[in-house]
């Protein structure tokens, strides 16, 4: 990770969080919350970007620290003090945290496949879910149990082949939710799922079968509170579909769940352009799709993938790992943390769309 020791971290009073800018003012007066993806080596080496998360946030969700193959490193083993700090502050300063994730197919511990393929299985499972659930139940109220299970170009009905699959059959959602709500009975249960937002065909089998495994858990009573939108947006796939992508955010509702939109960034195309014409087409997407997205009451907040291009994971060199600050430009923040063109918009959707007061507690 790029340090912040690099670059020239201005002082947060010489750019203030103004009015027509502050997305947590404009999302609690739309009558939602906003939050960010953050590390916690991030607030904690760097002042000026943790005064602009403490002034913007609601709601942290844990880029890294949460997943399984973080924490849970052999049978019994948990490494739980990297997501303790950042549990502490979020405590400290009255923030939630968003709990991501417990099952992705990406982040399962290299020792945990073959214990989950030998009978009793679950156990593993049933282990790393207990341990942090209770642990962190104070401080989270919405929990992305499963993440991305839907994959239509897989030919296996439309779900994603994954070790949890292969391990326990297409049951595993249902069982993951029920085991989630054993573990946190006044948790927000989630599904998050990537890829909804355009108008391909590869979109628009998502959005299907992510309907059709809804309404398979709804007839079989499984507990499953919401939808986890993650919109990660990009320029390259043209613009969304508002129509369709307006009926989808129904049918959702329609079947009794809450949304959050969980990681709302945005890829750009060129990055050889002047900052003011790219800042500006991010900003169209992103209003294009908030306009969508804020019309639905049943949307309760927004989250964006980082907070400020100084830690975008856009700007990852991929073999390093390192970041390299001022790429793409399609978080709310830049690298010196000014707010762009889409803070601006962003706002601006948020504060419009207040037909209802915010009755969720965070």
Excluded at 126 to 145: H, I, N, P
Excluded at 163 to 189: H, I, K, M, N, W
Excluded at 257 to 265: C, H, K, N, Q
Aim: neutral net charge.
């Amino acid at each position: 990770m790029a340090t912040a020791g690099a670059l020239s971290v201005p002082c947060l009073a010489e750019t203030p969080i103004i009015a027509d800018t502050s997305l947590r003012a404009a999302a609690h007066a739309g009558g939602r919350i906003f939050g960010a993806a953050v590390q916690f080596e991030q607030l904690d080496n760097d002042p000026a970007f943790r005064k602009l998360v403490l002034a913007e946030c609601d709601s942290l969700t844990p880029e890294l620290v949460l997943k399984w193959a973080a924490i849970h490193l052999a049978p019994g083993r948990f490494d739980l003090g990297p997501m303790d700090r950042l549990a502490g502050f979020a405590r400290t300063h009255g923030k939630r945290i968003h709990g991501h994730t417990l099952l992705w197919h990406r982040s399962i511990p290299a020792w945990a496949g073959p214990e989950m393929a030998a009978p009793g299985g679950w156990n593993v499972l049933q282990s790393f879910f207990t341990a942090v659930m209770q642990r962190y139940g104070d401080v989270v109220r919405y929990w992305d149990v499963v993440n991305e299970p839907v994959e239509p170009m897989d030919d296996a009905d439309g779900l994603r082949r994954s070790p949890f699959l292969s391990a326990f059959g297409p049951d595993y959602v249902r069982r993951a939710l029920e085991t989630a709500r054993a573990c946190a009975p006044a948790a927000q249960l989630m599904i998050n799922e990537y890829g909804l937002e355009y108008p391909d065909a590869e979109d628009e089998a998502r959005r299907a079968r992510l309907l059709r495994l809804l309404d398979d858990l709804r007839r079989r009573d499984v507990p499953l509170d919401g939808v986890g939108i993650q919109a990660h947006l990009r320029l390259d796939r043209g613009a969304i579909d508002q129509a369709a992508l307006a009926q989808f955010f129904q049918e959702l509702a329609d079947r009794g769940l809450f949304l959050l939109i969980t990681e709302l960034d945005v890829r750009e195309v060129d990055t050889s352009r002047d900052f003011g014409r790219r800042d500006q087409r991010v900003a169209a997407a992103t209003r294009a799709f908030l306009d969508v997205a804020l019309d639905q009451p049943a949307v309760r907040g927004i989250s964006t993938w980082g907070l400020s291009d100084r830690y975008s994971w856009l700007n990852e060199d991929g073999e390093s790992g390192t970041r390299q600050p001022g790429g793409n430009r399609g978080l709310p923040y830049d690298s010196a943390l000014r707010p762009k063109p889409l803070c601006r918009a962003m706002a601006s959707s948020l504060r419009t769309k207040r037909e209802f007061k915010l009755p969720y507690s965070l």
